[in-house]
């Protein structure tokens, strides 16, 4: 069970809501991600990552996709390989391209 966090582009169609569209995922097979969320839980630092669901859903617009890179500032002080480091570096790269372009937003997808 990994925890894939996907960057979606919204794509306005003829209907009123826009249709998301991925657009670049980074899959967590080995669950480094997971694990450094469930390690990073706790304590109001990482609010928004504390709300994954490692079954379900989690969408955060680019609105607050600088909170969002702040909370995983603070997840890199508990990574404890190479491997996680890197791994959250990844992660890193979609939340900040989804916060400089608006159409955007990411979801962690738990499975």
């Known amino acids: 069970m990994g925890l894939d966090v996907v960057l979606y582009r919204l794509v306005r169609g003829s209907g009123r809501r826009p249709s998301p569209v ?33 079954l379900g859903e989690l969408v955060v617009g680019a609105e607050r996709a600088s909170d ?3 909370e995983l500032d603070r997840l890199a002080e508990v ?6 480091t890197a791994q959250l570096g990844r992660v890193v790269t979609l ?8 159409d955007l937003e990411i979801r962690f997808e738990g499975d």
């Open 68 to 70: 969002l890179l702040a």
């Open 79 to 84: 990574a404890r390989t190479p491997a996680e």
């Open 22 to 54: 991925a657009a670049q995922m980074v899959a967590d097979p080995d669950d480094l991600l997971l694990d450094l969320v469930k390690r990073g839980r706790g304590g109001g630092r990482t609010p928004t990552l504390d709300r994954i669901d490692p």
């Open 95 to 102: 939340v900040r391209r989804c916060a400089h372009e608006r």
